[in-house]
């Protein structure tokens, strides 16, 4: 099943916001078919040229020899920043489907208390940025603070016009979701390389919905996403961008009313959906949005990567969401449940 998305239009956003509170209750409410995804459109032109430099330079890092790629590790993160592959637990086991880089693209050194940085190391660490003379990704770190400060920018702009549909659910009142997102030093970008499956390991039709990545929900108040990228590998030569491997192939979400739809995001596209921390700071009146993602069959035993971008807007971590957690409790139990490791 594939179900049209609710779309605004960026120059609506920026110009009359306060009109778009029927497409944002449409998208981000709870009426059975509400996805919790939005769409915006009609962006300012250097978004493509964003999108396109980091996407292959996804596909290019992930290519690093191994031994490159671990300098830009942060073990003591749990992960949390640079480079990160089969260290996460998705369906129960190490996730070795996709490579993962991470930073938080708006503050490079967060300005926290020592002690609070101690204890929450995943959420407050420094960026790990390749070295800028590094053969074939030269201008990562460019390239990631320019999507990533771009993608934040309009999450800024969406929070504030999404303001007075969500104050009708906030347990607490007094809460700003633009004023939590724009403060927030716990901003996170995942630039995702989803690796071909293995010639040994071939797709077949019964393949699960969550092949390339299983079920769940982002621990965020928005995530944006930016519709991804497929390459083929061409030994020897630069790799070749390539229409999605299969009509099976892309995002699946379980729409309110607990329906699966594939979701399609247009290139020229972001995309905003909503997380757990939303979820709870509404004492559940505001769900978060359950999805995943499918390989799907390629033809010819083509190897086709698929390459992708995703901000979490989020909190800071002495924030308080429910009754029980602040932002900072809540997110370790996430990271302890898919990381196995227990964070002090």
């Known amino acids: 099943m594939s179900t049209d998305v609710v779309s605004i239009s960026y120059q609506t956003l920026i110009s009359s916001p306060s009109s778009l509170q029927t497409s944002i209750e449409e998208a981000f409410g709870s009426h059975p078919r509400a996805l919790g995804i939005i769409l915006v459109k009609d962006l300012p ?24 790629r671990e300098k830009y590790t942060d073990p003591e993160s749990i992960y949390s920043y640079g480079w990160s592959h089969g260290k996460e637990i998705m369906n129960g086991r190490p996730d070795t489907l996709k490579g993962s880089y991470y930073a938080n693209p708006v503050v490079d050194v967060p300005n926290v208390d020592p002690a609070v940085k101690a204890e929450y190391r995943p959420f407050y660490g420094d960026n790990v940025w390749p070295d800028k003379d590094e053969t074939s990704i030269e201008g990562f770190e460019e390239a990631f603070k320019d999507l990533g400060s771009f993608v934040f920018g309009v999450g800024c702009q969406l929070a504030a016009a999404c303001q007075p549909f969500v104050s009708k659910y906030l347990t607490d009142t007094s809460l700003s979701l633009p004023g939590l997102i724009s403060t927030s030093q716990t901003t996170k970008a995942r630039l995702l390389h989803y690796f071909p499956p293995e ?133 370790k139990r996430v990271l302890e449940e898919h990381y196995e490791a227990r964070i002090m």
């Open 45 to 68: 032109h250097v978004y493509p040229t964003y999108r396109e430099r980091l996407l292959k330079l996804a596909y290019k890092f992930a290519h690093l020899d191994e031994n490159i």
């Open 199 to 331: 010639e040994d390991s071939p797709i077949t039709e019964d393949e699960p919905i969550d092949s390339w990545c299983g079920f769940h929900k982002d621990h965020s108040l928005l995530t944006g996403l930016c519709s991804a990228i497929f390459l083929r590998e061409e030994i020897g030569k630069e790799p070749v961008a390539v229409p999605s491997p299969s009509p099976t192939s892309g995002l699946y979400i379980r729409t309110r009313g607990g329906d699966l739809t594939k979701v399609s995001i247009p290139p020229d596209c972001l995309a905003f959906q909503t997380g757990e921390t939303l979820e709870l700071v509404t004492d559940g009146k505001l769900r978060a949005t359950p999805h995943c993602v499918r390989v799907g069959q390629t033809q010819g035993g083509s190897k086709i990567s698929r390459e992708t971008f995703a901000l979490f807007m989020q909190p800071d971590t002495h924030q308080r969401i429910s009754e029980s957690d602040t932002f900072g409790s809540f997110s």
